[in-house]
């Protein structure tokens, strides 16, 4: 017999601990958060530097690689994704910085209510606390600890910044602030010297409440569906299907590629690429795993006449 819950979350990174913790928090509503990784109790995940040896860990990331891009001259590229409580904000570097204001506005103009900058930026304030206290653009009593890393720079990050400034790019104290443009240095998602991941901010103080359960380990493989209604969902939990279903809301929660691919799995996709697989469709949807923007990465290697991180932290 399948569990009934008022909601069901899939998804424990950095939008299902949120979803998590609101959700329980009135005591009125059981919920079941799902997660296909496990603990986030890992010295590499605590300890900031850490993340350089989670970054190809198979047991707390997907580890993704994408197929050969033309555009890229067929390159392949590597896209780390977070298989663990937190998510990617538990293997992530932890840099702070929200969006450009007119991101959010152009998806409000494409016809997303809600998304408006108006909209998230009381949001964004809501969710941090800032080391530096609060101000008109920085939160100063939310949950998610937000830290200055300026005492813990290498001097070489002072010489680029001067470089910068001489070629009369501004220095930018704050990311975060009144505007992006300009040269400087971030903060980061961290709390007395450890991470601070959704995990530990938003999970971590829900996790006494009994009406909240947190099952981790569970890969979802399927949604399930009454009436073309999502009822519920189908996972694998320990070599065995369990299903568990929602008087409520069933959430995907499972980040830009696994949210997508379990729709998908479920029938909910393109017509066309669901029948080719074989999958039976529940629902066309053309716009499910399509127009995924991510940020391009180009690292610059340079030759230095001082020693830097390289040589001071070893291998």
């Given amino acids: 017999m399948a569990e009934t819950w008022d909601f069901i979350v899939i998804g424990a990174g950095s939008a299902g601990c949120v979803l998590a913790n609101r959700l329980s928090e009135s005591g009125r ?3 079941l958060l799902l997660e296909a ?16 040896k989670t970054f190809f860990d198979p047991r707390v990331n997907w580890m993704y690689r994408t197929e050969p891009d033309p555009n890229l001259n067929g390159r392949v590229s590597y896209w780390p994704r ?9 293997i992530n570097a932890m840099v702070f910085i929200r969006g450009q204001p007119r991101d959010f506005e152009d998806w409000k103009a494409a016809g997303n209510p809600g998304w408006g900058w108006d909209d998230v930026f009381p949001v964004f304030r809501r969710m941090e606390t800032n080391d530096r206290g609060a101000d008109p653009w920085r939160g100063g009593d939310g949950p998610l600890h937000v830290a200055t890393m300026d005492r813990d720079l290498h001097p070489l990050c002072d010489t680029f910044i001067e470089a910068a400034e001489a070629l009369q790019i501004p220095r930018n104290p704050d990311f975060n602030g009144a505007t992006q443009e300009g040269v400087g240095t971030y903060q980061n998602t961290a ?9 530990r901010a938003y999970l971590r103080p829900a996790r006494r409440r009994r009406n909240l359960a947190v099952e981790s380990r569970c890969l979802a493989t399927r949604l399930l569906f009454e ?14 299907r ?3 279903r929602a008087r409520g809301e069933v959430i995907v929660s499972a980040g830009a590629i696994n949210a997508p691919q379990l729709l998908q799995l479920s029938g909910i996709g393109p017509a066309g690429l669901l029948r080719d697989k074989g999958i039976a469709v529940v629902r066309d ?6 127009n995924l923007q991510d940020h391009f990465c180009a690292d610059f290697i340079y030759r230095c006449r001082v020693p830097t991180l390289n040589q001071q932290l070893g291998p």
């Fill in 29 to 31: 509503h059981r919920v």
């Fill in 37 to 52: 990784g496990g603990s986030d109790l890992n010295l590499w995940i605590w300890m900031p530097i850490g993340y350089g």
């Fill in 82 to 90: 977070g298989k663990v409580l937190g998510g990617s904000s538990s």
């Fill in 191 to 199: 709390r007395d010297g450890m991470r601070m991941s959704a995990a």
């Fill in 227 to 240: 009436g073309g209604r999502v009822c519920g969902v189908e996972d694998l939990r320990h070599g065995r």
């Fill in 242 to 244: 369990v299903q568990a």
């Fill in 285 to 290: 949807a053309p716009g499910v795993g399509r």
